[in-house]
């Protein structure tokens, strides 16, 4: 048995032809395989996607319940007297924040620096 590659999904007009006259069918049937799975990587990659923005809001709704509580203990540090210790807290909540917003999300900056090369 003989295996060849070609460029596009489907082989060149003279072997496409050949099967034709072998069964008029065969030429269909390798049509509605191609077309079939490119639907399917379309469905595989929506999916993914869907996957990975779910993924990003749970991450962004962590993170925003974690700062409002360190936030809040930060401040009820304060009121309570321990002003170093409540300080040191809310700063560490607003570096926390800048890096997580200035800085993106790493799955970002990771593909625009795979798609730069």
């Given at each position: 048995?003989?295996?060849?590659?070609?460029?596009?999904?489907?082989?060149?007009?003279?072997?496409?032809?050949a099967?034709?006259r072998?069964?008029?069918?065969i030429?269909d049937?390798?049509?509605?395989?191609?077309r079939?799975?490119?639907?399917d990587?379309?469905?595989?990659?929506?999916?993914l996607?869907?996957?990975d923005?779910?993924?990003?809001?749970?991450?962004?709704?962590?993170?925003?319940?974690?700062?409002?509580?360190?936030?809040?203990?930060a401040i009820?540090?304060?009121?309570a007297?321990?002003?170093?210790?409540?300080?040191?807290?809310?700063?560490?909540?607003?570096?926390?924040?800048?890096?997580?917003?200035?800085?993106?999300?790493?799955?970002?900056?990771?593909?625009?620096?795979d798609?730069?090369?």
């Amino acid at each position: 048995m003989d295996i060849q590659q070609y460029m596009s999904p489907f082989p060149p007009a003279h072997i496409l032809d050949a099967n034709n006259r072998v069964d008029p069918r065969i030429n269909d049937v390798m049509i509605e395989g191609v077309r079939d799975e490119m639907i399917d990587r379309r469905q595989r990659a929506n999916y993914l996607a869907k996957a990975d923005v779910e993924e990003a809001k749970r991450a962004q709704i962590f993170s925003l319940v974690t700062s409002l509580l360190l936030g809040g203990g930060a401040i009820g540090a304060i009121f309570a007297g321990h002003d170093t210790a409540g300080a040191t807290v809310a700063t560490g909540v607003l570096v926390a924040l800048a890096v997580a917003f200035l800085g993106g999300p790493r799955r970002l900056r990771k593909d625009k620096d795979d798609h730069a090369e």
